[in-house]
C-alpha cells in the first residue's frame, strides 16, 4: 500500500517572490516620503506667509484710515504682536522694493525664544495712474527663509480706498 503524505508549506521560490514584491512596494512608498515631507515644509511656510501678510496688510490700512492721504506712502507698521514677529530693522514694516527679513520667534514660559523661522518681504505701496487720491495698493512679497534664490514667493494684494477725498 502506498500512501502519499500531503506536505504543506511554501517553496523558498515563492518566498523569494514575495519578499522581491514586498520589497517593491515598500521601496516605491519610501520614495514618496521626501516629496511628503518638501510639501509640508511649503504648508508651513505659505501659512506663515498668510499670517505674516494679514498682520501687515491689515495694520497698514488701520494706519491709512488715520493717517493723510498724501502720506500713504509713507506708513510705517509695528506689528501687532512684536513679542513674536522680529524685524531686524526694529520691529518696523516699511514700504521698500528691497528684499528685508522678518523672523518668527515664539515665545515659552521663560521668555527666552528660539527662531522658529525665518522670511523675506518686499512691500510695494503706490496710487493707481489716473486714479487721482481715491484708489492706492498695497502688494506685499513675501519669500520663505532667510537665504537662497528670490523668484519663489507668494503675493499678496489689497486696494485702500480714501474714505475722505
Known sequence: M???IAKAGFTLVEVALSLLVLSVGLLAVMGLLP?????????????AAAMFAEEVINGYKAMADITAWDNIRDI?????????????????????GEWRTVTYRPQTIS???????????RLFVDEYPGQGDHRAYIRLDVLAGEF???DDFVRFYSELYNSNP
Open 2 to 4: 502506498n500512501v502519499r
Open 35 to 47: 516629496d511628503g515631507l518638501r510639501a509640508n515644509k511649503r504648508a508651513i511656510d505659505d501659512t
Open 76 to 96: 510705517v507698521v509695528e506689528p501687532r504682536s512684536p513679542d513674536m514677529w522680529v524685524n531686524a530693522s526694529g520691529q518696523r514694516v516699511e514700504r521698500s
Open 111 to 121: 521668555g527666552q525664544g528660539s527662531t522658529d523661522f525665518a522670511m523675506r518681504y
Open 148 to 150: 537662497g534664490p528670490e
